[in-house]
């Protein structure tokens, strides 16, 4: 009777430690977000990392570190410092989702981080496989949230980054400047690019369309859509064809601007204000 008396004592003693220590979680992180929201990155880090460590199971407060850590991160910049703060964000967010394998903020963060990381790549190998890395964390974001339309959108922008980057090698081979009415001039490459881009091609468009769907007034979409019928015009056998592409991707370009328009005059209306587009 004793030793249950005293095994009972012990679990009160380590239930109330656990509950003081998740108060003081909360506390931290309360403090921590605090710190972020007045721009101090580097104490709202100390903060968080003490939230997490008080309470290992605390998700806004390993969500809140890593949000912390990415904010520090400069795109581009190469140094050991820099790259570290990428890595202690990617390394927070992956231990979220090991608890929470479809947490929306933990994978778009993932995809985002690595599209930054990819734009500072000056090497266009390397350059790719960190686009394939953030296209694979948007995979997953619509997997798991399939009406995010930014995810989508992104989806459909890498495609778009990776084949216009190879277009434009394509096209620098053949003598052609990038203004340069289309399509390709030798036959022989326009095969080689269709065989292994077309597939990417229409993939993007597809991603798009999505997220048009989800967002029929998503200019941004518009705006790539007309990008990926534009140049994927190259791929065309004729000069009439080329124009018929060129044609269609126009009608993108004028309806995300007329989108913007509607847009800016239903913001100018809802504020009482008027618009030089809508005057």
Known sequence: ???????????????LSTGCDKLKSR?????????????RYADAVVYFKSAVELDPDNVNGRLYLATAYMTQYIPG????DNNKLAQSAKEEFLKVLEKHPNDPTALASLASLAYQQAQGIPDLEAKYKKLDESKEWYTKLVQADPKNKEAW???????????????????AKLGMKPDDPGPLKDKKVREEL?????????????????????DPNYDDAMAYMNL?????????????EYEKQVELANQWVQKALDTKKAKAAAAAKSTGGITQESK
């Open 1 to 15: 009777m004793k030793s249950r008396v005293i095994l009972l004592a012990i679990a009160l003693v380590a239930l």
């Open 153 to 171: 959108y992104s989806l459909g922008v890498i495609d778009w980054l990776k084949w216009y980057g190879n277009l434009l090698t394509a096209r």
């Open 77 to 80: 910049a190469d140094s050991p």
């Open 194 to 214: 269709k065989q292994k881009w077309s597939a990417t091609i229409d993939e993007a468009k597809a991603d798009l369309q999505r997220a048009l769907d989800i």
């Open 27 to 39: 506390d931290k992180l309360n403090r921590g977000v605090q710190a972020y929201k007045s721009g």
């Open 228 to 240: 990926m019928i534009r140049y994927s015009a190259d791929l065309v056998d004729s000069p009439q």
